[in-house]
């Protein structure tokens, strides 16, 4: 079957989809493009070969499709992807799922009711030197992994779109809107966290009303450690987006940039005035041919609507890592250590 897809918001990342879509024309067709602005919607129609229709309200574009693509601002995620699942339709939205905990279970009981599938679009999921990161990690290849450091270094200033800087539009700060994949590429390489500590600050990014750089410490259950520093404010970057997990046989390091995946080993134990030297292998190299994330993203979704089978970023698995979000931030203005004990983590 080929599917037709309705893609609703035309911001940057529906471009960045629309780019992606080219490898799955076998398998879908786009078959209306929405946006309140109608410049907007039609910039993003002209990159298809098609051409598809051009909407400014959702309800209009609904039965040309069984599919859609939402990609909206975060408080308007809810209501779209519930009248979406309401009207029939299969649905990939865009992360953050929901700002709030009742708008997602709201989400969630539309698809259960509608018998349709819902995923999140966390496609670092299907970065495949992430996947193989993540395998090495829990099949302890390299032993077990105690430390797992996440860096993330850009500069973000919407003021075409000024949602992004409201934490009530937002949902919250950098944290909740961009930090939410790397927490969840945490718990899905690392499982269940027990404690942690959030600590954001607008100094440096003052058109963010919360935090526009933020630092995260968790810890494992197994005693692990993990690690996430995101910022909106970079003017110069070194790190960029870089993955380092510490194992007791070596480092694996993912250097997003050159999509290559590193182990870093041999190194001898520190003598204070002696150099430490440390060799380096090329585990994974993509450099030449990448894989698209979002391509792999939806190519999954189209599976698990064909085989009616749940997707691997379920909208249960990602309600948790936006509830380990929500405890970070609540134990940070009531300066307390978080408890995410309690949060039940089940990533498969």
């Not at 909206?72 to 939205?93: E, F, M, Q, R, W």
Request: a negative charge; proline letters at 5%.
């Amino acid at each position: 079957m080929k599917h037709k897809l309705i893609l609703i918001g035309c911001g940057g990342m529906a471009k960045s989809h629309a780019a992606r879509f080219e490898p799955l024309f076998d398998r879908l067709d786009v078959a209306a493009v929405v946006d309140v602005d109608a410049a907007k919607a039609q910039a993003v129609a002209d990159l298809l070969p098609n051409h598809p229709p051009v909407f400014t309200d959702y309800h209009d574009a609904l039965d040309l499709g069984d599919t859609v693509l939402q990609c909206l601002p975060h408080h308007l995620h809810a209501p779209c992807v519930i009248d979406c699942l309401n009207a029939g339709k299969h649905v990939l939205s865009e992360k953050p799922m929901a700002n709030s905990k009742e708008e997602c279970l709201a989400m969630m009981e539309a698809a259960k009711r509608n018998d349709r599938t819902l995923m999140i679009a966390y496609c670092m999921r299907f970065d495949p030197v992430i996947r193989e990161m993540r395998r090495l990690i829990r099949e302890k290849v390299y032993g077990e992994c105690f430390q797992l450091s996440i860096w993330t270094e850009q500069l973000t200033i919407k003021e075409d779109a000024p949602w992004i800087h409201d934490r009530k539009t937002l949902g919250g700060g950098q944290l909740f809107s961009h930090g939410c994949h790397y927490i969840d590429l945490m718990l899905w390489m690392m499982g269940q966290p027990v404690k942690g500590t959030h600590t954001g600050t607008r100094l440096g990014t003052p058109w963010m009303d919360r935090e526009g750089t933020s630092n995260v410490c968790i810890e494992f259950e197994n005693g692990a450690l993990g690690y996430h520093f995101g910022t909106w404010g970079a003017r110069g970057t070194k790190l960029r987006y870089s993955f380092h997990a510490h194992c007791e046989k070596g480092m694996l390091e993912y250097v997003l940039h050159e999509h290559r995946l590193y182990l870093r080993g041999n190194i001898s134990e520190h003598i204070p005035g002696v150099p430490e030297e440390c060799k380096e292998h090329v585990l994974m190299d993509l450099a030449e041919s990448p894989l698209k994330p979002t391509t792999q993203e939806m190519a999954h979704f189209l599976d698990c609507v064909d085989n009616h089978t749940p997707p691997e970023t379920s909208p249960e698995e990602s309600l948790a890592g936006l509830e380990v979000i929500w405890e970070l931030y609540k134990a940070e203005d009531e300066g307390r250590l978080a408890d995410l004990s309690r949060i039940p983590i089940a990533f498969k």
